[in-house]
């Protein structure tokens, strides 16, 4: 019998990772993550997926002193991957080795590094390794790992200096070190691979950073097929970083060079270099200065002529991810779609555009010696599982999951999502979804969970989630409804952009429209039970609707904004707000913008009981923005809980704070409907 999906149920679900094929394409391996609430203990280990046998089995054993992650493949039948065993007190992680060909092999160790290490790429045709470190200005890896253990032993005070923005990104504090791109290669004799020469930084002496800090990845750059070349992105490093998007893509030969810039001519945002198999380089690039939601253009550039060019410059669509065909014929590319990210097939020929997928949420796309694309697949249902497409037939096949995880979801009852669509602001089509109650009987009535995504260039799609699942809301006898207002991505660029200058209005109205909707639909949920919740923007927009709504019950407002004026000057990324809101409030003229969709300008109007939440490692939107909400919820003598994570950041991420995150919600929920 199927039970009721709950917070405990989402924190030890296992999680595994994207799927990374072998070069044969026969083979294909992952790490999987699970973590046991009664232990306070997470296992990582490895899987091996047989992808033409679709048969699962376990490459190393789960346990809570040795952690296997971010395995890929040397050849069909070795396979590296960070190793870290509790039980060696080690410093750094150091990647191993381990031949699948034969049972019972142990894996041996690759690297020896001095310093951490990560967002590793390999060329198998040339045995290239690359691979991204945090260094000081001389370059090396021993330089930095040397001047840490001196800042260790000699420093005495605590201070940290600064004389330029950004002061910290996202959660962390910017410092003097930087992350810089290596390469070594590797050989094998006797079936044992090894590190043959010393790491290059090809990054030395450019004063540029790759991937960007704090949260770039291995996407942040790519090997030409040849290994002869390098494409990095890098954001500016000038004293402006903070107030615009400008980042480039640069090419530099793997022996170190002097970098090539592609696009140093275009003061925006780009990203996403990718190497074809016929040696062209493809990048997305937005064009609009300030903007880090514009549509990403799909730019071809031929290192060989310097010549540039946009494919499918009329495509309404945003690409995430990009791989080529085998013969460089096709892009793959993925985008979001009305609550869906489809992957796209795009001819380079005559530019034509055609649909590979139409449901779910696919992710991580990897070309196969077939001409076949392993891919992961989430939805609201699952959450990421291998699956394989035929790009000629569009046949999709799911592939197996690890034993445990696949009953483990088969036990749950999940609710499906359902799409709704009604006429909203601006008289334009709203999309977004409903969830009924998984315990759903009828004749009887229902409360709402009303939930209001962030971005707010964000959407809700049809894609599993960690942190704010629907199903969980379902679990708890909820009607969930999730709409994707104006500003919301994946419904074109205009409608992105009409959020600019509008933060209280067309989303506002959307929401409102779309609740009595929704409740009109479905007679048996309850109007005088309706819980608005949500984060970032979503907080920000409970804050709104606090001050200019009655159709709440209850609020929950996670790191939201109390002061749009507040948040400029606290923020890392300063970019954002001054494309939003028209500019800097420094300057008299553009306070306006601000102040007039500020929820702090509300406040006498608030009366919904609320609960607020905040991380303190939230630099994008301070503790700060919370403090204030619940001082003026305090002040007034409205029903109000703070719940505060010093060690979180915009998102709870740990799984005994995600655990108590869930519970405060639930209590607050409970204690005033």
Same mark, same amino acid.
């Given at each position: 019998m199927a039970t009721k999906f709950t917070p405990p149920d989402l924190i030890q679900l296992p999680r595994p990772s994207a799927s990374v094929p072998s070069p044969n394409g026969l083979l294909a391996v992952y790490s999987q993550s699970r973590y046991n609430i009664k232990d306070a203990k997470q296992t990582r280990s490895l899987y091996l997926l047989d992808i033409s046998n679709n048969h699962v089995?376990?490459?190393?054993?789960?346990?809570?002193?040795?952690?296997?992650?971010?395995?890929?493949? +040397?050849?069909?039948?070795?396979?590296?991957?960070?190793?870290?065993? %509790?039980?060696? =007190?080690? *410093?750094?992680?150091?990647l191993h080795v381990l031949d699948i060909s034969k049972e019972g092999r142990e894996p041996y160790l690759l690297t020896d590094f001095p310093i951490e290490f990560g967002n590793i790429k390999y060329n198998v045709k040339h045995k290239l390794m690359a691979f991204s470190a945090a260094v000081y200005e001389d370059g090396s +890896?021993?330089?930095?790992?040397?001047?840490?253990?001196?800042?260790? %032993?000699?420093? =005495?005070? *605590?201070?940290?200096?600064?004389?330029?923005?950004m002061v910290r990104h996202w959660d962390t504090y910017v410092t003097k070190k930087k992350n810089n791109l290596f390469v070594v290669h590797l050989s094998i004799n006797n079936g044992i691979y090894k590190v043959v020469d010393k790491p290059i930084n090809v990054m030395k002496n450019t004063h540029l950073e790759s991937p960007g800090f704090p949260q770039g990845d291995a996407s942040d750059y790519d090997i030409s097929p040849d290994a002869s070349h390098i494409a990095f992105l890098s954001k500016i490093t000038t004293r402006d970083n903070a107030w615009e998007t400008s980042s480039h893509i640069y090419i530099v030969s793997t022996t170190g060079d002097t970098p090539v810039v592609v696009n140093g001519d275009i003061p925006a945002a780009s990203s996403n270099p990718c190497y074809t198999p016929s040696g062209l380089l493809v990048y997305f690039q937005m064009m609009t200065p300030k903007y880090e939601s514009d549509r990403n253009r799909i730019v071809i550039y031929d290192p060989t002529t310097g010549e540039r060019r946009i494919v499918a410059e009329h495509w309404d669509s945003s690409p995430h991810e990009v791989i080529a065909s085998s013969d460089s014929r096709h892009l793959?590319?993925?985008?979001?779609?009305?609550?869906?990210?489809?992957?796209?097939?795009?001819?380079?020929?005559?530019?034509?555009?055609?649909?590979?997928?139409?449901?779910?949420y696919a992710s991580s796309l990897n070309l196969l010696p077939s001409g076949n694309i392993l891919f992961s697949s989430t939805s609201m249902k699952n959450p990421a599982s291998p699956h394989l497409i035929n790009v000629q037939t569009k046949e999709v096949k799911p592939l197996a999951l690890e034993h445990g995880l696949s009953k483990k979801l088969h036990s749950f009852k999940f609710s499906d999502p359902q799409d709704i669509r009604f006429t909203g602001a601006l008289d334009q089509e709203v999309h977004g979804w409903y969830l009924k109650p998984a315990d759903y009987e009828?004749?009887?009535?229902?409360?709402?969970?009303?939930l209001i995504h962030g971005g707010p260039q964000g959407a809700w799609t049809d894609n599993w989630s960690n942190r704010w699942n629907p199903q969980i809301f379902t679990g708890a006898g909820y009607g969930v409804i999730a709409i994707n207002f104006h500003g919301s991505t994946g419904y074109g660029q205009d409608f992105t952009d009409s959020i600019g200058n509008n933060w209280g209005s067309h989303p506002f109205h959307d929401l409102e429209i779309g609740l009595d909707y929704v409740l009109n639909k479905y007679s048996?949920?309850?109007?005088?039970?309706?819980?608005?919740l949500g984060a970032s923007y979503g907080g920000y927009m409970v804050n709104w609707i606090n001050g200019h709504s009655d159709k709440f019950k209850v609020l929950v407002n996670h790191d939201g904004v109390f002061s749009t004026t507040g948040v400029y000057y606290t923020t890392d990324e300063l970019y954002f707000s001054e494309k939003e809101f028209g500019g800097s409030p420094i300057f008299p003229e553009n306070r306006e913008g601000f102040e007039k969709w500020s929820p702090s300008n509300f406040v006498q109007n608030w009366k919904t009981p609320t609960l607020v939440i905040h991380g303190g490692r939230d630099y994008r939107l301070t503790v700060c923005e919370s403090l204030s909400t619940f001082t003026a919820l305090q002040v007034q003598g409205i029903p109000s809980r703070l719940v505060y994570f010093p060690d979180e950041s915009h998102w709870v991420l740990k799984p005994a704070n995600s655990l108590k995150w869930h519970h405060e919600g639930k209590i607050h929920r409970n204690n005033q409907m």
């Open positions: 089995k376990e490459l190393t054993e789960p346990s809570y002193n040795i952690s296997d992650y971010d395995a890929f493949f +040397l050849d069909d039948q070795h396979i590296a991957f960070f190793h870290q065993d %509790s039980g060696l =007190k080690e *410093t750094v992680v150091q +890896l021993e330089g930095a790992y040397q001047r840490d253990r001196d800042e260790v %032993s000699n420093k =005495k005070d *605590t201070a940290m200096v600064f004389d330029e923005l793959y590319v993925t985008a979001e779609k009305e609550g869906r990210q489809r992957i796209f097939s795009i001819d380079l020929n005559d530019e034509s555009i055609s649909s590979l997928t139409e449901e779910h009828e004749g009887k009535s229902y409360p709402v969970a009303f048996y949920l309850d109007a005088d039970r309706v819980a608005g």
